[in-house]
Every structure is written in C-alpha cells, then in structure tokens.
C-alpha cells in the first residue's frame, strides 16, 4: 500500500514556521505583513475558502483585509479597488478570489495587480519570471505540490513527470517548476492519445483535470508518487449528501503507487499554506527586510 503523503500536516509546519518569521518581520519592520483578498459575489464555496485564508493569516500573526463586494459590481469599480490597494503600504499581497461572474474580464482584472503584490503568482509578469527563472511569485497550488514531492524524494533531478492538465492556474506553472527541478517533464491534457501509456511512465504523476477519480491505478508504474490536485464535489451514498474526491481513483491508485496525497488532507491545505508565505516573502521585499527564504 501506498504511504499518505499528509498535507495538512505539512500545513501545519510551514504555517508554525512562517508564524515565527511574521512575527520577526513585524518588529523589524514595525508592521505586520498584510494580505487583502478580494471576493466578488456570494459563491458559498469562495465565502468558506476566504474565511479559512483570513483566519489563517491573522492566524500567522498577518495582517488580512477582507473585501467583499457584490456580484453585479462593474469592472471600473473592481479597478479602483485594486489600483487603491497596489498602492497601500499596509498591504503586501493582494489575492482576488477566482473565477469571477462572468461580466469581469479574468484577464484585465489579474493584469491590474501590481506584480509585486500578485502573491498568486497569476500576473503575466511572474508567468515570465518563472517561465526564465527569475525571482517572482509562484502559484501557490503548483509550488505546494513541489514543497511535497522535495519533502518525500529529495531531489527531483532527472525523474520522469507527467502533468495531467494545462490550466494557467495549475498545470502549466507545475510544468515549469518540475522543468526547474531537472525532472524531465510532460503535460498531457483531455486530447492527449492513450493518456494511460504515457502516465505508466511517469516516476512523478500530478493529476489536475477537474474529473473526478479519472487517474485509475492500473495506468501506474509501481512505487510512483502521486500528487492530486483534484477538488470534486459529488454525490455521497447517503442522498442528497456530498462527497469530496480527487482526480484520482484514489482506492485502485494506492495499491500501485509508492505515496499519494488523499483528498481532502493533500494539496488542498498547501495551498493556503504557501499564500501565507508568498505574502511573508511579499513584505520582505516590500520593506527592504532580508528573510531567509530557505527557513520556510
Ligand atoms: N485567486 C485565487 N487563488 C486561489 O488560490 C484560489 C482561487 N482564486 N479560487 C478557488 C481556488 C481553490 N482553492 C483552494 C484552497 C484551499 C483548499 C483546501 O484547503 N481544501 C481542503 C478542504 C476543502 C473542503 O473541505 O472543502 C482540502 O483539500 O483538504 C481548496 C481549494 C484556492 N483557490
Ligand atoms: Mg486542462
């Protein structure tokens, strides 16, 4: 049986360790590092997820400004929130909750954010800084999934990776920071010919498609290490009760592989984890303050 890759653990370590480093940045500083996020509508899965990001990061001795906003705001309106905190000193990462209602433009709204600020790492700007492997923000999914690939295999030099999905959000950024730890990388995608033979080659499989428990088991190499990305919502046994799955048929997929995150518990608490160090990391640079990024 696979071993658990447990998340939520590692959560919780990083989130310890960035707690004591907010709270030297706050004296040498004489401010503590702030994060606004911004949410536009009532999706109730967006309010929980940014309950849980505010909690954590005041949590972690930050500072979080909360904007809600309702859901027929204009872009001009959304605008001028965003050009407002690009320019606040209070605030050093800025995250607006994704997707947006369909009247707002994804692209104008991320391209408004000073990159500097874009603790998602979602801004053309950091695309290009990763992409050439200059210093900038990561997404916090992607770089999640790399802190726990590091933590179980050590180097990553030379082992075949497969991506399974291409989302700006995920799947392409993943593909750069495996290509940055020498892994020797493929993204396969839903027009990908026989996606099982070119997962079984794979030492590394992340699976972020948004189909729920299509990775099967039986396309594993024996002893891979799997990390799944996947957040599905689907019918429990009991009616009209819900389930949480991954991208992966996680009971036929633990029998193959080597480790495995389980969903919930993997990458989901990573992800939050590594927003709260993208902002530490954000106030640093912003103030002029040296953190050692290694410690986190
Ligand atoms: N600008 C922007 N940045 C984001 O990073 C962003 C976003 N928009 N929009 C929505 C997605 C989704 N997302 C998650 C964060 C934490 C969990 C998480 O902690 N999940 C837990 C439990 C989930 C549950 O019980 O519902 C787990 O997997 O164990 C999941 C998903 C961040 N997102
Ligand atoms: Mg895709």
Not at 182 to 209: E, G, K, M, Y
Not at 245 to 257: N, Q
Not at 271 to 296: K, M, P, Q
Request: glycine share 10%.
């Amino acid at each position: 049986m696979a071993e658990v890759i447990d998340g939520k653990a590692f959560a919780e370590g990083l989130r310890e360790r960035i707690a004591v480093a907010s709270t030297a940045f706050t004296a040498a500083a004489g401010r503590p590092a702030g994060l606004a996020v911004v949410l536009v509508g009532e999706d109730p899965a967006s309010q929980v997820y940014v309950r849980n990001k505010g909690k954590q990061t005041v949590a972690c001795g930050m500072a979080s400004f909360e904007h809600k906003l309702p859901a027929d705001t204009t872009e001009a309106d959304l605008l001028a929130l965003i050009a407002q905190l690009n320019t606040d000193p209070a605030v050093d990462g800025i995250l607006v909750q994704l997707p947006l209602p369909a009247h707002l433009n994804e692209q104008t709204v991320i391209a408004a954010i000073n990159p500097d600020k874009d603790v998602d790492g979602f801004h053309v700007v950091n695309v290009g800084r990763l992409a050439t492997g200059m210093p900038g923000f990561v997404p916090c999914t992607p770089l999640g999934c790399v802190m726990l690939l590091r933590d179980r295999l050590g180097s990553l030099a030379g082992m075949e990776a497969v991506v399974i999905g291409r989302s700006n959000i995920v799947g392409k950024p993943m593909a750069q920071l495996l290509l940055a730890e020498s892994c020797t990388v493929t993204v396969a995608h839903s027009r990908t010919h026989d996606l099982p033979a070119v997962v079984s080659r794979a030492d590394i499989v992340v699976a972020a498609v948004g189909r729920p428990e299509m990775v099967k088991g039986a396309w594993l190499k024996p002893g891979a290490t799997v990390i799944d990305v996947g957040i599905n919502r689907v019918p429990a046994a009991e009616p009209g009760k819900t389930r949480l799955v991954g991208d992966v048929d996680y009971a036929s997929a633990s029998t193959v592989a080597g480790a495995i995150t389980p969903v919930p518990g993997g990458v989901g608490p990573m992800t939050i984890a590594v927003l709260l160090r993208n902002t530490l990391v954000a106030a640093h640079r912003n103030a002029g303050v040296v953190l050692d990024e290694s410690a986190l």
